[in-house]
Nanobody, 121 residues
């Protein structure tokens, strides 16, 4: 069984910073892509940032230049450094990962429970 546990959310003023962490644990052979999504009230969940196991990254346009995704493969952990936060960044942020549980298995898709980020104006 695999678990993704997020941490680091909270309340911050506009212009401030937060760092989210997501640690994967359990039966893990390897992890492919890791991603951060967010969902604001009344809106669809959107992909914020993604990182491959080789370190290639991609971002949605609205966070480019402000957010940085990174990962520590030895710790099975992905991070999201969020700077210059805006009220429109307020959402529940979810971690997602493509994980091989065993050598030779196919990847399974796993989600964390979400962490609330609130940016006040």
């Amino acid at each position: 069984q695999v678990q993704l546990v997020e941490s680091g959310g909270g309340l911050v003023q506009a212009g401030g910073s937060l760092r989210l962490s997501c640690a994967a644990s359990g039966t893990i052979f390897s992890i492919n892509a890791m991603r951060w999504y967010r969902q604001a009230p009344g809106k669809q969940r959107e992909l914020v940032a993604a990182i491959t196991n080789g370190g290639s990254t991609d971002y949605t346009d609205s966070v480019k230049g402000r957010f940085t995704i990174s990962r520590d493969n030895a710790k099975n952990t992905v991070y999201l450094q969020m700077n210059s936060l805006k009220p429109e960044d307020t959402a529940v942020y979810y971690c997602n990962a493509d994980i091989f549980p065993f050598l030779g298995s196919s990847t399974n898709d796993y989600w964390g429970q979400g962490t609330q980020v609130t940016v006040s104006s």
